[in-house]
């Protein structure tokens, strides 16, 4: 007949069976297990850890190497899943060692953006709205900062296009009328706290047709459908129908997305 005595654990003061006590232990094995997790996450037994890993992968380093790839081959949801995790927790690191690759391997990776957007265009707009839209601070900065620093090229291309809207401004326009658009302009993008353009309906340049600065050639525009718009499309234009089936894809902020024709007319 086993008899279940009872002991007092040191660590938590309460009375439990003996079966729940390891031979000679004071402490009974739930409080041991605390105290062990409790060692494991302090910093000194992580480098005893390291330095005891460390020690054994210099000892047996094609074993172990062989099993963390057989592994790692066996198991590539859990290996997202742990690497996701690490990268979460280490955020700090992650971003440092990116940017000390970045600071030896510059001119080497400067080449290979170029090269991927020499390559890919589309994908290059894509990435880089994708960029501005959740870092709208930086990317204002950065326009900034690129507008000094090219602040001729600015000034020439807007003297292009005033010089083009000069010569493609007829006698007769109303230049009333057309200052009123712009007022309106102004007016809505304070009302409604949202850009609006003033856009024209014929572009004054793209390859097969320029159209007139005046009051009849243009309309307001929020910023969104101007720049889906661009010079891409205007009414009776040429080729529309066989234009608009080589061309389902209109840009917008360097997305490309598919359209339908009714969006057009």
């Not at 007949?1 to 232990?25: D, G, I, P, W, Y």
């Not at 927790?89 to 970045?102: I, T």
């Not at 507008?147 to 006698?171: C, D, G, H, V, W």
């Not at 902020?253 to 598919?258: C, H, K, Y």
């Amino acid at each position: 007949m086993t008899v279940n005595t009872q002991k007092e654990c040191r660590a938590c003061k309460s009375l439990k069976c003996a079966s729940q006590f390891k031979k000679h232990q004071a402490r009974c094995i739930d409080c041991c297990k605390e105290k062990a997790a409790l060692y494991r996450s302090t910093p000194e037994f992580k480098a005893r850890k390291a330095k005891t890993d460390a020690a054994r992968w210099l000892r047996d380093k094609e074993r172990l190497s062989a099993a963390n790839k057989e592994w790692r081959t066996n198991n590539p949801e859990r290996v997202k899943e742990v690497k996701r995790i690490w990268v979460a927790e280490n955020h700090d690191l992650v971003r440092a060692a990116k940017r000390r690759d970045r600071e030896k391997n510059a001119s080497n990776i400067s080449l290979r953006i170029l090269a991927w957007r020499q390559a890919s265009p589309e994908k290059s707009k894509a990435s880089s709205a994708m960029w501005n839209l959740r870092n709208p601070d930086l990317a204002k900065a950065n326009q900034k900062r690129y507008y000094q620093n090219n602040k001729a090229t600015f000034i020439a291309i807007n003297s292009k296009r005033r010089a083009q809207e000069l010569m493609a401004t007829p006698a007769w326009a109303n230049k009333k009328a057309i200052l009123e658009f712009y007022k309106s302009a102004q007016c809505l993008n304070m009302l409604l706290g949202e850009w609006h353009y003033v856009d024209h309906i014929v572009p004054l340049r793209s390859k097969i047709v320029c159209g007139l600065h005046c009051e009849a050639n243009l309309q307001i525009l929020p910023a969104a459908e101007n720049l889906k718009k661009k010079n891409f499309f205007w009414p009776d234009m040429p080729e529309r129908e066989s234009h608009m089936k080589k061309q389902t894809m209109t840009s917008f902020g360097g997305f490309f997305i598919a359209k339908s024709e009714s969006e057009y007319l």
